[in-house]
Structure formats: C-alpha cells, structure tokens
C-alpha cells in the first residue's frame, strides 16, 4: 500500500474515533433471536483445533440463544426462582434469551450497598462498565458520584445501584422496547430481594420500563411515583434525569440539583 494511501485511511479511521466510534455495527439493531427457528435443532460442535494426533474431541452441544417466544418465559421462571440477590445473579447469568450477553464482556449486575434502603436504577452499561463488570463507574457514575456526595451520599455507604439492562448494547444505542420487557422481571426480582424503602429512577429509560408510562422523563422527573413489583411491594420511586444526559446539557444540572434536594428531603424525612 502506497504510504500515502495508508496515511489517508489512518486518518480516517482517527477522525471515526474523535467522534466516539468505538463499534463496528449497522446503524439499526438486529433482532437476532427473532430469525431463529421455533425449535432449532441444538447442533453438536466439536471443540475447536484439536491438537495434531490426538484422539477426536467429544462432542459438545452449543449453548444456544433461546428462540423469543421461549425467551420472556425463561426469564420470568429464572427470576422468581431466585432467593436471593446472589442467586438472582447467576440466573442472570445463565439466562441464554439474549444476544446482548454475546456482544457484551461482562454482566454488569449492581454495586454500593444493597441493604441500604436506597436503591438507583438506570440504563444499561456503557463500555467502561462493560469492561470492569460495575454499573456507572465511567463519566457519567462519576458525575452521578460528585452530585450524591453534594447531597451526603455516598456509594460504600448509602446506596445501592444497578440498571434495567445488565448487558451493554453493542454502541451503546438506546435499548429497545423488546429488550427492556425481557430483562423486566429481573429488574423486578432484584428489587424485590434488595428491599429498599426508596427507589431513584435515572432517565427515561428506567422510568419508563418501570412506571410503565409513555410519558418522556422531562414530564416524569421530579415526582415520586410508585413502582409495583411482582410480589405486590408499592415503592416510592423518584424518576430524574440521567447522568449522561447533564453532561451533554450542562444546564439541566438545575432540575437534577432539585430533584436531588426531593430525594435529601425524602430520606430526613421531611417529606
Ligand atoms: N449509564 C447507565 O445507565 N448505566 C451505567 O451503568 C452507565 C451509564
């Protein structure tokens, strides 16, 4: 390749990295589990390369993505069958029903303290919570970080945090409605065995898969709601903005900041 043919192309592929391309991908997300058969056949794979001369490998079934109409069941089984919040963990990560769990490195499942009463509920990972297996530990957990500690709270101590999604959308695209509704019993489940008396909701996202509302997160923020789970538990859940979204809005720090002094209020309470 001419030199200054290659130049050109590094500079390209740079240029694709300032402005936060990090994934090879379609602009549209696949629904990959919708183009499996009702019933596949499980193929039997032989382990790969074996060494030279050795006798041939047993054979040994794939694990399989479950077809979709098998996937919301599983999920439900999975979940109320955990007891508790270890136990929910590994049902997560046995669960099969997804191909985020391919593209993603780890299960991020929570962190802080869950028996602190208080729990905060966002997204899905993004790619450095992805790589260390912990939600909200890039840029915007840091900001989330700096915004609670203003307010007295801190995550060894007072807090307990997690996300809708436990796999990181390839890109970090927006999860879709197909998605969220098959993790929901999950999310439901951990609340249950986490038991807080508060919940925060973080964006539109986690209000509206667990408020089950339409209504954009600019309309839900600043209210406490109640979020029901399986079990009949009615929560108090305070639904604000997303970290992510201060950072790119500066100036709806304001309302954060007020929402925020609601949550302070509600844990003195004073409300
Ligand atoms: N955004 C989220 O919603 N969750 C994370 O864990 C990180 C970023």
């Not at 307990?160 to 959308?169: Q, S």
């Not at 007020?258 to 409300?271: A, F, P, Q, S, Y």
Request: aromatic fraction near 6%.
């Amino acid at each position: 390749m001419e030199a200054e043919t290659q130049e050109a192309l590094i500079a390209a592929l740079r240029l694709q990295l300032d402005w936060g391309v990090d994934e090879a991908l379609d602009a549209e997300p696949h629904d990959r589990a919708a183009r499996l058969p009702e019933r596949p056949e499980a193929p039997a794979a032989r382990a790969p390369f074996p060494a030279p001369g050795s006798s041939p490998a047993p054979l040994r079934a794939q694990p399989q993505l479950l077809p979709a109409s098998l996937a919301g069941t599983r999920a439900q089984a999975l979940a109320a069958g955990a007891d508790s919040l270890p136990a929910l963990r590994e049902a997560m990560a046995q669960f099969e029903g997804s191909p985020l769990k391919e593209t993603a490195m780890n299960l991020v499942f929570a962190d802080g303290v869950a028996e602190s009463g208080l729990m905060f509920i966002g997204e899905a990972p993004g790619a450095d919570e992805d790589r260390l297996g912990r939600p909200f530990v890039g840029v915007s957990g840091q900001l989330l970080d700096r915004m609670l500690a203003s307010v007295g709270l801190s995550r060894e101590r007072d807090f307990y945090i997690t996300n809708i999604l436990p796999f990181r959308p390839p890109g970090n695209r927006t999860p879709t409605d197909a998605e969220i509704a098959l993790f929901l019993p999950f999310i439901l489940r951990h609340i249950e065995l986490a038991r807080p008396r508060l919940l925060v909701l973080l964006g539109g996202v986690s209000a509206k898969a667990l408020l089950r509302s339409r209504e954009g997160i600019t309309r839900l923020r600043g209210r406490w709601h109640q979020v029901t789970t399986n079990e009949e538990q009615a929560l108090p859940a305070l639904a604000t903005l997303h970290p992510a979204y201060l950072l790119r809005t500066p100036t709806a720090k304001r309302e954060a900041w007020n929402d925020l002094l609601m949550l302070r209020r509600k844990i003195d309470g004073k409300d």
